[in-house]
Every structure is written in C-alpha cells, then in structure tokens.
C-alpha cells in the first residue's frame, strides 16, 4: 500500500504537470471510492479555485451535449482551455461510456485544451454529487479555465450537482406551452441563464415570454436570468449564451457573490469531511473496541434500547484521534 500510495503521489504531479491520463485516472480513483481518494484529492486541494465553473441542466434530450459543444467552440476561440464532466445519474456507465457525448463532442477529442469526461452512478458510493464535485477539483487544478459540468435535470441529485457551479444555465425547449408549468421549482430557483434551446421548432417565442412573466413575478433581483433562444445543432445564439456568461460572472465578481457561492461550496465540503469522519472513525472505534454484537443481543432481549445504547456507545469512543485524516 505504501508504494501503491507513493505511485499515486505521483499521479497529482503528473496532473499539475498537464497530463491528460494522470487527470482521467485520478478521475477514475474518485468515482471508485479509492481507499487513497482522500490523500489525493487533500494535494490536489491547494491548486483549486482558479477555474470558473458552469452546470448545464435540462431534460433529456433538451440538447444539453450539443449546446456544450459549441460553447466549446467558444471558448476555445478565445484561448481558454475546457474541462467537460457529463454526469448521467441514470447511466450505470462512466468513464466516457456515454456514447452520444463523445460522438458529439469528437471534434474536442484530439485538443489538448479540452478533456471530455462522462460520470454515471457505477461505484461513485460517496453520492454522484459528491464524486461530480470532487471530479471538479481534479480539473479545476489540471488547469482548465472553465470547468462545464453537464446533468440531466431530473430530480434533487441534479439540483445537487448544479449548485456546484458558478454559473448555471437551464435548458429548456419549446415543448407546446405547457412546459413551464411542469418545470421543478428547484431547477427554476438554481438558473442564472435560461436557454430556450431547438428555437428553430415551433413555441420557443411562447416559452420564452412565459419564463419572462415567470421571471416578472419573481420581482427585483440583482440578478435578472436572461432568457436567450438558441439553435445547437447549427449554433445560433451561442455566442449571446457565451456573453450572458460572462456578464452574469462580471456580476458575481463585483457583487462579491462569487465569494459567497465558494464559500457556500467550501461549507459543503467541509461538513461533508467532518460527517465523514466522525462516521468512519466511531465504526473502526466501535470494531476495534466495543462488543457491538454482545450490545445487539441486550436491545433485542429488551434489555437495554437502542437510544441510550447508541448515546453509550459514542461516550465511549475517541473519535478524534489527531491524524487530520490522512489515511482515508
Ligand atoms: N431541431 C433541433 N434539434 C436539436 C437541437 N439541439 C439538439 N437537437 C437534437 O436533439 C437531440 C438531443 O441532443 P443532445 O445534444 O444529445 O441533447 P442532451 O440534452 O445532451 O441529451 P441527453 O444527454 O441524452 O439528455 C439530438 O438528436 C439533437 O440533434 C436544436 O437546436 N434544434
Ligand atoms: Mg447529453
């Protein structure tokens, strides 16, 4: 274990250094829940922060991948570098197993400033949110500029990883007018641009009034989400979506609200750590010291409850051992 830990040691350098396998492999370790993750990923810490991070949110199929493509386009025009996670919490696929991706975004695939990504629910124990966030962390000190984070929006987990992001942009597509009465408050909330994506089908001008009227009775904020038609597949509007990204990033940098988003981000991670911890340390502790069986057979005999049990248990134990964690 020691040389496999010194070999992954190296894997970060090798990251820091640009490579692209050092990145995918690091990847790889997160979504499997590696018993070394947590070492590498404490290294890899310190190089984060730097990189601007967009969620990508729609239905399946809204165009999301498409969309992703040419923003690609985008900001690689403007000398920026991309990483790309594609997360498909419905896929049981990872690993860039997701074929529609990659046959779409295969024009980035020989780049050297993009690194394309899939993420699906296979291994990924910690919660694809999680593994999505940490995956972040890994591209976000590879170096990448932007760092797109693509999800279909579906349920809570979705809204979970989007509020990950900086930046957030809803996709939407004109669905014959009843579709902005079926869309998720929560995904209405996370929106800090909305895309009325495939506006080359009938309705998309309807959608787009509705989220506005919508957007009207959400009343003053500093922030007011645009509503911007787009054509993925040919590209049209692409660039007023770049736009809006940047000024809605303007925003966040004056308002001092990027700050207040990472720190928020910061406060998950942490608390997630300390849960972590806490968790694992009092069940090698209850292993290693405490006749848990002896205990179960007492509350099954009624001899004791599991309440006073469980309050017994945890005076017991020496959770915090001092190690800050290093293990893993
Ligand atoms: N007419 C029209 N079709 C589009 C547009 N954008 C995407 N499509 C089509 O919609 C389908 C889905 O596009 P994707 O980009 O894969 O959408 P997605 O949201 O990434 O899909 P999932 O990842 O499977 O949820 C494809 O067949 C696209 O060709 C558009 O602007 N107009
Ligand atoms: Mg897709």
């Known amino acids: 274990m020691l040389i496999r830990g010194v070999l992954m040691h190296h894997l970060v350098k090798d990251l820091l250094a640009g490579n692209r396998r050092a990145a995918a492999r690091l990847i790889t370790l997160i979504e499997n829940d590696d018993e070394e993750k947590r ?47 594609a997360v498909d919490p419905t ?10 991706d990659r046959i779409r975004m295969q024009d ?39 760092v797109i984070v693509e999800t279909v929006g579906v349920g809570q987990s979705e809204v979970d990883i989007v509020k990950t992001a900086d930046s957030t942009v809803v996709i939407l597509t004109p669905a014959g007018g009843d579709s902005v009465q079926t869309i998720k408050a929560g995904i209405m909330e996370i929106a800090d641009v909305f895309v009325i994506n495939k506006a080359d089908l009938p309705g998309a001008e309807r959608t787009a009034t509705e989220i506005n009227m919508m957007l009207d009775m959400n009343g003053e904020k500093p922030w007011r989400p645009p509503v911007l038609p787009t054509v993925s ?6 660039d007023k979506l770049w ?14 609200k990027l700050l207040d988003v990472r720190r928020q981000r910061v406060r998950r991670e942490l608390t997630e750590q300390v849960e972590y911890l806490v968790k694992t340390r009092i069940w090698d502790e209850v ?10 057979e007492k509350i099954s005999k009624r001899q004791q409850d599991p309440y006073s049990a469980a309050g017994e248990l945890l005076a017991k134990i020496n959770f915090y051992k001092g190690d800050h964690g290093e293990g893993g």
């Open 91 to 100: 896929s049981p696929f990872s690993g860039g197993a997701i074929l529609g």
């Open 243 to 256: 736009e809006a990204l940047q000024e809605h990033r303007t925003f966040l940098e004056d308002s001092g």
């Open 287 to 296: 292993r290693d010291t405490i006749e848990l069986d002896s205990l179960v």
């Open 233 to 238: 597949i040919k590209g049209d509007g692409v």
């Open 39 to 85: 070492s590498l990923l404490k290294e890899i810490y310190p190089h984060t922060g730097k990189a601007f991070i967009i969620g990508i949110t729609g239905a399946p199929g809204a165009g999301k991948s498409s969309l992703v493509d040419r923003l690609l386009q985008q900001i690689r025009a403007e000398g920026l570098t991309a990483g790309i996670i």
């Open 108 to 146: 980035h695939a020989l780049d050297a400033g993009v690194f394309i990504r899939s993420m699906g629910t296979r291994g990924s124990l910690g919660g694809l949110s999680r593994s999505t966030r940490e995956a972040i962390q890994v591209l976000d000190a590879f170096g990448k500029d932007i």
